[in-house]
Nanobody
Framework: QLQLVESGGGVVQSGGSLRLSCAAS????????MGWFRQAPGKEREGVSC????????YYTDSVKGRFTMSRDKDKKTVSLQRNTLRPEDTAVYSC???????????????????WGQGIQVTVSS
């Protein structure tokens, strides 16, 4: 079974940068679209970004456009989320997820993802 493990969380000051990584074990991610999601206290989980399996097409939710960049490495076992100009409202538990979705598309819908990492805390201090 595909297992995902996030790393790179922590505490950062407002305006700073942090890079999250998601490593897959057991399988490559060649046939999976990948997504990053976050959940802040008292709020529902929201899709932050996603990347397609075939050509690396990306999507970003409006609040992170221009600040976050999602990528995947060539062996397709790791995806990353580079986050710049962080704001206190970016504080949340971030999770990566995989959806069996091959092609030039991805989705930020939670229900489309079958495999999830355990999540990692990111705190942005003001």
């Amino acid at each position: 079974q595909l297992q995902l493990v996030e790393s790179g969380g922590g505490v950062v000051q407002s305006g700073g940068s942090l890079r999250l990584s998601c490593a897959a074990s057991g399988y490559t991610l060649g046939y999976y679209a990948m997504g990053w999601f976050r959940q802040a206290p008292g709020k529902e989980r929201e899709g932050v970004s996603c990347i397609s399996s075939l050509d690396g097409m990306t999507y970003y939710t409006d609040s992170v456009k221009g600040r976050f960049t999602m990528s995947r490495d060539k062996d397709k076992k790791t995806v990353s989320l580079q986050r710049n100009t962080l704001r206190p409202e970016d504080t949340a538990v971030y999770s990566c997820a995989a959806a069996m979705m091959h092609g030039s598309t991805c989705t930020a819908l939670v229900d489309e993802y079958a495999y999830w990492g355990q999540g990692i805390q990111v705190t942005v201090s003001s």
